[in-house]
Structures are given as C-alpha cells and as structure tokens.
C-alpha cells in the first residue's frame, strides 16, 4: 500500500500568517492516465470532510484562493497564504491513484 | 442539490453484522465511483472500499477485506456496505463519498459501534 506521510502533525499559526503542510507518498503517484490523483481535504470540528484541492493543484468551487496546492511525483504541499480563523481544523492529504486508497495521518492547524 | 445520506449505523456486538446504506440525490449515481471512508473517534480518516459505475470492480482495504463488501443498486440510488464479523477497532463514523479517485462530496457519517 502507498504510506502517505504529513507533516507537521501540528500547526499553531498566527491569525493573518502563512502556514504549509507536506504530504510524501512511499511511490510515485503518477498515474497510468498522466493525471497525479493527490487531493487535499478540510476537516472542520464536528464536522464531514470537505475537498479543497483535487489533482494536485486544482480548487474546488468555494474555496479561498488563499488556499492552493504544488508538487510532483511524490511531494506535495498545501499552503495557506494568510490564517483565518475559519481555518481551524485537520487537514489531509490523500491519494486516489492506487488501490486501496490512503490517507496522510492528518495535520492539525490551530491559532496561536 | 447534491446529497448523500447515510444510515444503518449500530450499536452491534464483537463477531456481528450489519448492512450500512448511502442514498443520494442531485446526480446520475448510475454515473460515479462511490467510497467508503471511515474515522474512528478522536482519529484520522481511513479509506474503506470503492466501486465502480457498474459495480463490477471493487476494491478494499487491508484491514476490511473478506469481511466487508461493497455494493451498489443504480435504480435506486443506494451505495451500501455489508459489514460481517465485526470487531472493536471498526467503530467510526462511516461516510460515503462520490468518487473514487477524488472524493469530493460526502454524506454526513453514520455511527458504527463494536461492543459488548
């Protein structure tokens, strides 16, 4: 199976300041198609998880373009440009180019 | 407006059985891969099973195979997921999701408890 790792695990930010976490994949997640199938997801307290960025770059509907998403192959980065506080939540990285599916552990981001 | 509407979820003992449905509404299901994604209390999310439009190809994780098995009924836009011999460390919150490669709406999880 394809290990994906976050990090950091936690993120305490600053209202107004950047913040980035890193997804590595165990293998390439190139896929046979061409396609690089690494999303993004926001999870909110208390609430489902909501997609943020599919194909490693590409927003989805909605979502601040303080959000964006880079990377190749096997790393990844999402990055926020300035901290709302609405941002609070786990965030995860997950690739769809492998069976089974996996997710990163999870990356926690709080204010400071 | 795009729902997914799970339920089944249980509180149910070590060894047991139970049948989890996701009803949707607001696209061509017949069209969509479908997940199962699940997160147990306090943890991150795991990816469970998905299936093709036609339910002909189906895929597991580890940790659910030979136990689980994912099914689909396109005329009646339900996505289910039969849960046998379950054990303690299958208690989540159970989410189904539209697509397979790129989750991208989810439902709003049903409860599933293993215990004595």
């Known amino acids: 199976d394809v290990v994906m790792t976050q990090s950091p695990l936690s993120l305490p930010v600053t209202l107004g300041q950047p913040a980035s976490i890193s997804c590595r994949s165990s293998?390439?997640?190139?896929?046979?198609?061409?396609?690089?199938?690494l999303n993004w997801f926001q999870q909110r307290p208390g609430q489902s998880p909501r997609r943020l960025i599919y194909?490693?770059?590409n927003r989805d509907s909605g979502v601040p373009d303080r959000f964006s998403g880079s990377g190749s192959g096997t790393d990844f980065t999402l990055k926020i440009s300035r901290v709302e506080a609405e941002d609070v939540g786990v965030y995860y990285c997950m690739q769809g180019t492998h069976w089974p599916r996996t997710f990163g552990q999870g990356s926690k981001v709080e204010i400071k | 407006e795009v729902q997914l509407l799970e339920s089944g979820g249980d509180l149910v003992q070590p060894g047991g059985s139970l049948r989890l449905s996701c009803a949707v509404s607001?696209?061509?299901?017949?069209?969509?891969?479908m997940s199962w994604v699940r997160q147990a209390p306090g943890k991150g999310l795991e990816w469970v099973s998905g299936i093709s439009t036609s339910g002909g190809s189906t895929y597991y994780a580890d940790s659910v195979k030979g136990r689980f098995t994912i099914s689909r009924d396109n005329s009646k836009n339900t996505l289910y997921l039969q849960m046998n011999s379950l054990r303690a460390e299958d208690t989540a919150v159970y989410y189904c999701?539209?697509?397979?490669?790129?989750?991208?709406?989810w439902g709003q999880g049903t409860m599933v408890t293993v215990s004595s």
């Open positions: 293998q390439s997640l190139v896929s046979s198609d061409g396609n690089t199938y």
């Open positions: 607001g696209f061509t299901f017949s069209s969509c891969g």
């Open positions: 999701a539209k697509d397979t490669a790129a989750p991208v709406i």
């Open positions: 194909k490693v770059s």
